[in-house]
């Protein structure tokens, strides 16, 4: 089964910083690997994913990420946050269960954004 | 734009109450999921659904049971709720068949049982 780790629980940045949030997982003979956010009281929506071919993904509000396959590594990027990217972030992988797919979500990253 | 909702953004229930979560699709999906989401846990899965009453376990389904009625309509059901099960609870769908597609969630319970 995959798994999924995020190296930080909590990211504090000031406003216009670059910012990264890491991410690794399990290995795998072909993997599908995606960043969602979550706002405040919201659910969670897509940020970007990773199918296959170049292996930096770009996504929604600036944000990108590299996938890595030597190093199982999916971290993800923005080179200038604004407070408004103030959110959870969260990891995962496909896996396939009876049938289904399914996703392996990481345990979150908190990014809080500084004036 | 693919819309999930939930019945419920707050809920409050007694210790061995039974408890309805309900969700809704509006985009033809055939899979649905639902989550819970604790802090330093994640989201973690507690059942799905590929089809019309088909169900399956997730990693955590203990204590809790699904219902899938209607292809659009997934409920998660607390028989006996307990206060271990105080948590956000998130409903997600994808279109299925393939393992990149995108799952849509709604905007989640937050349950207290009491």
């Known amino acids: 089964a995959q798994s999924v780790t995020q190296l930080d629980s909590q990211v504090p940045v000031f406003e216009e910083a670059p910012v990264e949030l890491r991410c690794n997982y399990s290995?795998?003979?072909?993997?599908?690997l995606f960043w969602y956010v979550q706002y405040p009281n919201q659910g969670l929506q897509l940020l970007l994913k990773?199918?296959?071919?170049?292996?930096l993904v770009k996504g929604i509000n600036g944000f990108e990420a590299e996938f890595n396959k030597s190093q199982t590594s999916f971290h993800l990027r923005k080179p200038s946050v604004h407070i408004s990217d103030t959110a959870e972030y969260f990891c995962?992988?496909?896996?396939?269960?009876?049938?289904?797919?399914?996703?392996?979500f990481g345990q979150g990253t908190r990014l809080t954004i500084n004036p | 734009d693919v819309k999930v909702t939930q019945s419920s953004r707050y809920l409050v229930k007694r210790t061995g109450e039974k408890v309805f979560l309900e969700c809704v699709q509006d985009?033809?999906?055939?899979?649905m999921f639902w989550y819970r989401q604790d802090p330093g846990l994640g989201l973690r899965l507690i059942y799905f659904?590929?089809?019309?009453?088909?169900?399956e376990k997730g990693d955590i389904p203990e204590g809790y049971s699904v219902s899938r009625e209607k292809k659009e309509r997934f409920s998660l059901i607390l028989e006996s709720a307990s206060t271990n099960q105080t948590s956000m609870y998130l409903c997600?769908?994808?279109?299925?068949?393939?393992?990149?597609?995108?799952?849509?969630f709604g905007p989640g319970t937050r349950l207290t049982v009491l």
């Open positions: 997600a769908s994808s279109l299925g068949g393939t393992g990149s597609d995108t799952q849509y």
């Open positions: 290995s795998s003979v072909s993997v599908y």
């Open positions: 990773y199918l296959s071919g170049s292996t």
């Open positions: 995962a992988v496909s896996d396939w269960d009876q049938g289904a797919q399914k996703l392996v």
């Open positions: 985009m033809d999906h055939e899979n």
């Open positions: 659904s590929y089809d019309v009453k088909m169900k």
